[in-house]
C-alpha cells in the first residue's frame, strides 16, 4: 500500500511542477481575453478634431512615442515607463472581439497606436485609433463597454501590448479603464495595480489613469496646429 501511495504522490509533485514551470513560462495569470471591471468614456469637445478630413496628417511613430519613453506625473505620483509600442494599420490586430472589430471596420479604422507601460506599483495599455468622424469614435467606444453582468459574454476590449511579459498580468486583478473621444481619435487607457489578484477587490486607479491620458498629449499638439492654421487662413489679406 506504501508504495503505491508514494507513486501517487510522486504524480502529484510532477503535476504541480507542471503547472508551476507553464504558469512562469506564461508570464502571467491574466485571462486569455481580459477585460477592465470599471469603465468609463469621456469627450474632450475637441470640435476642430471631429472629421478625417479637416485633419488628414495620418499618425507617426515619432509623434506618438517620440516623447512617450517615459510618462512623469509628478502631481500623480506616478512614473510610466515605455515597455511595448507598436503603429499598424491593422486595427483588428489591437482588439479582440469579433463584434469590436466590426465597430471599428463601421468607423473606417486606418490606424492603431498601441503602447504597454510599466512602473513599480502599475501596470497600463493605451490605443489611439484613427477613426473617420467624432460619431465613429463614439461608436467605437460604445462597443467596448464591458457587460454590467460578470457573467455575460463580453464584445471584446483591446489586446495588452507585449502580454507575454511584464505586461501578463493586466486584466488579472482589479483595473480601470476610460475611453476618450477626441475628435475623430479614440484613445483607450487601462491600468491595475501590479499587485492586484482579484477583479472584486475595489481601490482607486485614478491617479495612473490621470497620468496615463498624457499618451493623447499628441493630440493636443494638432489641436493647436490646426488652430494657428485656421487663424493664419483667416488673417491673411487676399492679393488684389
Known amino acids: ?4 501511495l508514494m507513486g501517487a504522490l510522486g504524480v502529484a509533485v510532477v503535476a504541480l511542477a507542471v ?3 507553464l504558469q512562469f513560462v506564461s508570464g502571467g495569470s491574466a485571462p486569455e481575453n481580459p477585460v477592465p471591471t470599471a469603465y468609463e468614456t469621456h469627450d474632450t469637445g475637441d470640435e476642430i478634431l471631429a472629421t478625417r478630413e479637416v485633419d488628414s496628417r495620418p499618425l507617426s511613430e515619432g509623434e506618438i512615442f517620440g516623447d512617450a519613453e517615459e510618462i512623469d506625473s509628478s502631481s500623480q505620483n506616478v512614473t510610466f515607463t515605455l515597455a511595448e509600442s507598436g503603429l499598424t494599420e491593422d486595427c483588428a490586430s489591437a482588439v479582440w472581439g ?3 472589430a466590426a465597430a471599428l471596420a463601421d468607423a473606417d479604422c486606418t490606424q492603431a497606436a498601441r503602447a504597454g507601460y510599466t512602473s ?7 490605443v489611439m485609433f484613427n477613426l473617420r468622424d467624432q460619431e465613429a469614435a463614439q461608436a467605437v467606444a460604445t462597443a467596448l463597454k464591458p457587460p454590467k453582468d460578470p457573467e455575460a459574454e463580453p464584445a471584446g476590449f483591446i489586446t495588452v501590448p507585449g502580454a507575454d511579459g511584464e505586461l501578463a498580468d ?5 483595473s480601470a479603464a476610460e475611453a ?14 501590479t499587485d492586484s ?9 485614478v491617479s495612473p489613469l490621470i497620468a496615463l491620458s498624457a499618451f493623447r498629449d499628441p493630440l493636443y499638439n494638432r489641436v493647436v ?3 494657428t492654421l485656421q487663424e493664419s487662413q483667416t488673417t491673411t489679406t487676399p492679393v488684389a
Open 19 to 21: 503547472v508551476l514551470v
Open 1 to 4: 500500500m506504501l508504495p503505491l
Open 225 to 227: 496646429q490646426l488652430e
Open 180 to 193: 476618450t473621444v477626441s475628435g475623430h481619435y479614440l484613445t483607450v487607457t487601462w491600468v491595475q495595480a
Open 197 to 205: 489578484t482579484d477583479t472584486a477587490e475595489r481601490e482607486s486607479l
Open 98 to 100: 469579433e463584434e469590436v
Open 170 to 174: 493586466l486584466g488579472a486583478g482589479y
Open 120 to 126: 513599480g506599483d502599475y501596470l497600463g495599455a493605451a
